[in-house]
T-cell receptor
Framework: AQKVTQAQTEISVVEKEDVTLDCVYETRDTTYYLFWYKQPPSGELVFLIRRNSFDEQNEISGRYSWNFQKSTSSFNFTITASQVVDSAVYFCALSEGGGGSEKLVFGKGMKLTVNP | EPEVTQTPSHQVTQMGQEVILRCVPISNHLYFYWYRQILGQKVEFLVSFYNNEISEKSEIFDDQFSVERPDGSNFTLKIRSTKLEDSAMYFC???????????????FGPGTRLTVL
């Protein structure tokens, strides 16, 4: 069974601080995909990143970076030099690949508040 | 840029009434999904749809729910007799044909907020 755990429910930081959002996942499949989505106060889901289970290379995109470690079943997300516009709920999600409906299983989300 | 659209953006209904939430997926996409997010909670998978039939459904998707692709462009979610606990944001998503052993990005619509009174 698939499961995603985001242990932190809410974090509040001051602008320019770095913040790391934790994500731990469970799956029995060897082929799977991990995602991060951002949900701003307006409510839409904004896709941030997808990684597949065969690619453990960390990724950096501007102020965002992701650390994927299969050994600990974690896919953590770091925002460097946070900004007020980063305030949102962030969801980690998992999908088992290889055919079928490829549904996304989401974690409970982590609300990030960045204060000026 | 093509996008998934959903109507209405907000629907208010009385308990026991039927509602139909509408989605227009991206035109060349073949897989369609509905997800639900109760306020303040996580996004939950409801159902996936391919080739005019349900591919997979969750435990939430009981007999009160149905999906349909009535005309080749719309994808609808019907709730027959709404309950208070159906109040949630409902997201539609679509993706291209699935790559063998791979995954295609699901594009999400902006959501329909359903309020059951």
């Amino acid at each position: 069974a698939q499961k995603v755990t985001q242990a932190q429910t809410e974090i509040s930081v001051v602008e320019k601080e770095d913040v790391t959002l934790d994500c731990v996942y469970e799956t029995r499949d060897t082929t799977y995909y991990l995602f991060w989505y951002k949900q701003p106060p307006s409510g839409e889901l904004v896709f941030l990143i997808r990684r597949n289970s065969f690619d453990e290379q960390n990724e950096i995109s501007g102020r965002y970076s992701w650390n994927f470690q299969k050994s600990t079943s974690s896919f953590n997300f770091t925002i460097t030099a946070s900004q007020v516009v980063d305030s949102a709920v962030y969801f980690c999600a998992l999908s088992e690949g290889g055919g079928g409906s490829e549904k996304l299983v989401f974690g409970k989300g982590m609300k990030l508040t960045v204060n000026p | 840029e093509p996008e998934v659209t959903q109507t209405p953006s907000h629907q208010v209904t009385q308990m026991g009434q039927e509602v139909i939430l509408r989605c227009v997926p991206i035109s060349n996409h073949l897989y369609f999904y509905w997800y639900r997010q109760i306020l303040g909670q996580k996004v939950e998978f409801l159902v996936s749809f391919y080739n005019n039939e349900i591919s997979e459904k969750s435990e939430i998707f009981d007999d009160q729910f149905s999906v349909e692709r009535p005309d080749g462009s719309n994808f609808t979610l019907k709730i027959r007799s709404t309950k208070l606990e159906d109040s949630a944001m409902y997201f539609c998503a679509s993706s291209e044909d699935l790559l063998a052993g791979g995954w295609n990005e699901q594009f999400f619509g902006p959501g329909t907020r359903l309020t059951v009174l």
